[in-house]
């Protein structure tokens, strides 16, 4: 079983979409194994895309993912990674097809609805930057 992390991003909150993709993850199984909601800080998200941040469009970045009160979520199931990959789509919502989130509820590259981790080492890492251990359970 895998683990991985995904943070409903500004523009889901703000058009109201966390219902209908959560039930698409827990329609495709994956079990809810920790849930919050907070506002994410500049230095959290400089170190959440340090691989970015010290390129010209991260400001952007930065105070779109800051914009307003995110819900951040871990899930458990069997190659989870992969298959939260596949339920979204490609990063770029414009060439994301009919009947994935993105393609479905996104509207360009950084307005995706939400971010997945893209392999198993990032999912711990991410979920070890976001989540304390007595805050992930089992399901």
Do not use: W
Request: hydrophobic share 45%; with cysteine.
């Amino acid at each position: 079983m895998q683990r991985t992390f995904v943070i409903f991003k500004p523009d889901c909150m703000a058009q109201r979409h966390v219902g209908n993709v959560l039930n698409r993850f827990e329609s495709a199984g994956f079990a809810i194994v920790g849930c919050k909601m907070s506002r994410l800080t500049p230095a959290l998200l400089r170190v959440h895309y340090a691989h970015v941040a010290d390129k010209p469009f991260y400001p952007e970045i930065e105070a779109f993912m800051s914009s307003r009160p995110v819900i951040m979520m871990a899930f458990e199931g069997d190659n989870i990674v992969q298959k939260v990959r596949d339920l979204l789509g490609p990063t770029d919502s414009r060439k994301a097809a009919k009947g994935t989130i993105r393609g479905d509820f996104g509207t360009e590259m950084m307005k995706n609805v939400v971010h997945a981790s893209d392999s198993v080492e990032n999912a711990q890492a991410e979920l070890a930057r976001f989540f304390k251990p007595e805050e992930l359970f089992h399901a």
